[in-house]
T-cell receptor, first 112, second 113 residues
Framework: GENVEQHPSTLSVQEGDSAVIKCTYSDSASNYFPWYKQELGKRPQLIIDIRSNVGEKKDQRIAVTLNKTAKHFSLHITETQPEDSAVYFCAATLTGFQKLVFGTGTRLLVSP | NAGVTQTPKFRVLKTGQSMTLLCAQDMNHEYMYWYRQDPGMGLRLIHYSVGEGTTAKGEVPDGYNVSRLKKQNFLLGLESAAPSQTSVYFC????????????FGDGTRLSIL
């Protein structure tokens, strides 16, 4: 089955810096890769996703890149703000399978 | 539009007690899921359902049972609670059509003493 590894487990940056979180997956057939943000005590919320027919997707300050050959995908946050502080989870799944496999999460701390 | 609603939000049980967690969604979603979240381990799938009347095992199903008698509801049961089941439980749903996002409830924090 699919296995997703996520690094780093914690990431501290200064406000205004960029942050990058990386995930690798094991099943080359996986073709859907969402990213979720979870604030302390809250529910996970989808912030961006990418499908395998696309190499990069952007939404304002966040972007996701996908390298199918290397089986890894990354979340990029530019101009970080204190409200970006949260735990971020990557996930992977195969079309039609409908079972997301999550990474173990990255705790991002943005200091003013 | 409430989305995904979980009840209760908090519960403390004694070892051996039983209880049922309720998940309700009002988005007419076909697929529903139960996850548990433990520190450092991310979200792990317990059971899921691809439609009314169907259920299937996820990654960590032991000690749990589920039922999907109505499309909008997905119940998670603990027959004999154990301290290892202390966790935060999240329910999620998705439309089931292609790769659609999963929408999560607010979670249930469960402590087993």
């Amino acid at each position: 089955g699919e296995n997703v590894e996520q690094h780093p487990s914690t990431l501290s940056v200064q406000e205004g810096d960029s942050a990058v979180i990386k995930c690798t997956y094991s099943d080359s057939a996986s073709n859907y890769f969402p990213w979720y943000k979870q604030e302390l005590g809250k529910r996970p919320q989808l912030i961006i996703d990418i499908r395998s027919n696309v190499g990069e997707k952007k939404d304002q300050r966040i972007a996701v890149t996908l390298n199918k050959t290397a089986k890894h995908f990354s979340l990029h946050i530019t101009e970080t703000q204190p409200e970006d502080s949260a735990v971020y989870f990557c996930a992977a799944t195969l079309t039609g399978f409908q079972k997301l496999v999550f990474g173990t999460g990255t705790r991002l701390l943005v200091s003013p | 539009n409430a989305g995904v609603t979980q009840t209760p939000k908090f519960r403390v049980l004694k070892t051996g007690q039983s209880m049922t967690l309720l998940c309700a969604q009002d988005m007419n979603h076909e697929y529903m899921y139960w996850y548990r979240q433990d520190p450092g381990m991310g979200l792990r799938l317990i059971h899921y359902s691809v439609g009314e009347g169907t259920t299937a095992k996820g990654e960590v199903p032991d000690g749990y049972n589920v039922s999907r008698l109505k499309k909008q509801n997905f119940l998670l049961g603990l027959e004999s609670a154990a301290p290892s089941q202390t966790s935060v439980y999240f329910c999620a749903s998705s439309s089931g059509q292609g790769n659609q996002p999963q929408h999560f409830g607010d979670g249930t924090r469960l402590s087993i003493l």
